[in-house]
């Protein structure tokens, strides 16, 4: 079984489910229009890399229960703000894309259409690369 992701073909291995992983198409500019989507696709990528990377497995990771992690990946609850870091660790993410993720997620949890607009300039400027942030060199969670 083959599943589109970001314009590239994947083997998946046969017991993950398909409708669990239907991806949502990144927009134009090659962002996701909600954080989860863009989660949803690095957790399918680790799982064709790695069979026993799993739901249980980034819920140990991320110290939140199995359910929760499906709940949020079924986009009916958010993680916190709290768990961010521990997110950027588990997909090991570049510090591009970790800012990505941050603003992508303040996008995706923000109710007024200015802040809405506000969080998308600046994920903008950082995949223009016209926005940059160095590294923080200890996070504590």
Known sequence: ???????????????????ELYMVQPLNNGTFPDYRDLLKEKFAAEKAKKYSFSLQYCAD????????????????RHFSMDTLPRLWDLFKLTHKERLHLTFLFCHTI????????????????VENETLTVSDATQVSY
């Open 1 to 19: 079984m083959f599943t589109e992701l970001s314009g590239e073909a994947i083997a998946l291995p046969n017991s993950i489910k398909h409708k």
């Open 61 to 76: 990771r991320l110290q939140v229960s199995k359910t929760f992690v499906k709940l949020v990946f079924d986009k009916k």
């Open 110 to 125: 923000s109710d007024s259409d200015l802040l809405k607009n506000q969080f998308a300039l600046v994920m903008k400027n």
